[in-house]
């Protein structure tokens, strides 16, 4: 049966035309009709009264009587996401790309944008959602999100209305698509460990986070690629990247040049091999392996192990939580000589940016951190110190020719006829 066709109400308020009108909708399965309100154009010399709107009014209800038409496709975001969208990209996606979607639609999405329909989202309303996340969201260490992860959250959007698009939920042009990055707070930046760092962190560490920790600054491995390291891929220096681990899915590595071999240096070999030792000198499983013989669980290892070693009371020496436990005559004061933790992507990037500090070409770089191409490399995993950039100043300074007006005995009339002349 053909559905009426809606005619909706027009009055002012606050300086603006505004639209009312039914909307018929599907959540849940069920159909739904809701009243709603919408601003059509605020009240000005060209819209002074209700039939100069009626342009505008006639073209916005030819939308709303063609979803009404269809009101199966006429959903709130949320119906689409945990009806159509997650479902489809747990089929799709990577497990650890499924866990990061479903992250961010429950942290930084789903409350903001839940009960909005989906064919009604304008590219205003994305930019708002993204300065909101910019501003307002802050990651598990309390700091803002950076950069690259509202960048990724900006993608993720683009690709549920993608998605919608192709499934026939939403016309036009995608509304992510002409949104900007909002610039990140304060504090909001990736960090990138110093080589500075990384030896401070190593001899604070005890084994075998330390071991744990050199293969992420030495070889610059992913966190699952850590987790599913094996003995039998190690040997004549070099060790194979054959799996990754999320969440217990053991997957290939992330993408086709992440699976090659990255060479083990020197002091990574001999933690590697007196690791080995003390595990007595497997030649095959997991190299950091759990009681059990499992892979390793590094969130257990960095909460139980590294952060406590990390944080420990600048007078006594006491881990935090041992200080706090025990009658001392001070208050907690966190050693600041001690690096902080920055996650253990921090020393992947390190890797990169301590690389580059040596003066290794930007292309090696891209090779031994197996991405798929040197502008992210260049991008995300090459990080400059202030110090960096003094030391290169200096240098371009003194390699600077000397000016002829500021030489030894030099006199102004000497300067001007060093001056060279402009020859018309």
């Known amino acids: 049966m053909q559905r009426k066709q809606k005619r909706g109400y027009v009055y002012r308020r606050g300086g603006w035309w505004i639209l009312r009108f039914r909307q018929t909708y599907t959540q849940g399965g069920l159909l739904l009709t809701k009243h709603r309100a919408e601003k059509l154009v ?9 039939r100069s709107v009626e342009t505008l009014v006639e073209e916005r209800l030819k939308g709303i009587n063609h979803q009404n038409r269809n009101p199966e496709t006429v959903v709130t975001i949320t119906d689409f996401m945990e009806r159509i ?33 989906l064919c009604q989202v304008r590219t205003s309303d994305v930019q708002r ?23 990724h959250i900006k993608s993720f959007l683009s690709g549920i209305f993608s998605h919608a698009k192709r499934q026939g939920f939403f016309d036009g042009v995608n509304p992510v698509q002409d949104t900007a990055i909002p610039p990140a707070p304060k504090g909001g930046d990736t960090h990138a460990y110093s080589l500075e760092e990384i030896t401070s962190i190593l001899t604070a560490l005890p084994e075998p986070a330390a071991t744990v920790f050199a293969v992420a600054a030495f070889m610059g491995l992913r966190r699952g690629e850590i987790k599913g390291l094996l003995w039998e891929n190690y040997h004549s220096g070099e060790m194979s990247i054959s799996r990754s681990i999320w969440n217990g899915h053991i997957t290939a590595p992330k993408t086709k040049k992440s699976a090659a071999a990255v060479p083990v240096i020197k002091q990574l070999r001999e933690r590697l091999e007196m690791h080995r030792m003390s595990q007595g000198n497997p030649l095959s499983g997991p190299i950091f392996a759990n009681q059990l013989g499992g892979p390793l669980n590094l969130n257990n290892l960095l909460c139980r192990t590294v952060l406590p ?4 009371c600048a007078t006594c020496g006491k881990e935090k939580a041992e200080h706090l436990k025990a009658k001392v005559d001070h208050d907690y004061e966190r050693d600041s000589r001690l690096p902080e933790w920055q996650g253990w992507h921090a020393a992947r990037r390190g890797l990169g940016s301590n690389l580059y500090r040596l003066g290794v070409p930007e292309l090696v770089i891209q090779r031994i951190l197996r991405h798929a191409n040197v502008a992210t490399t260049t991008a995300y995993y090459i990080k400059t110190s202030a110090a960096d950039v003094q030391k290169a100043m200096t240098t371009f300074e003194e390699n600077m020719p000397q000016s002829p007006a500021l030489c030894a005995g030099c006199t102004p009339e000497d300067a001007s006829e060093a001056t060279p002349r402009l020859i018309n």
Do not use: C
């Not at 489809?88 to 479903?102: A, E, F, I, L, N």
């Open 42 to 50: 605020p009240v000005g010399e060209h819209y002074k009264t209700k």
């Open 129 to 151: 959602w993204l300065e909101n996340i910019a501003s307002q969201d802050k990651t598990k260490n309390g700091v803002f999100l950076s950069h690259q992860s509202l960048k």
């Open 309 to 312: 070693a990390l944080n420990r």
């Open 85 to 117: 969208y997650l479902p489809y990209v747990d089929t799709q996606k990577r497990p650890s790309t499924s866990g990061t979607y479903r992250y961010m639609w429950k942290d930084h999405l789903r409350n903001r944008i839940g009960d909005v329909l």
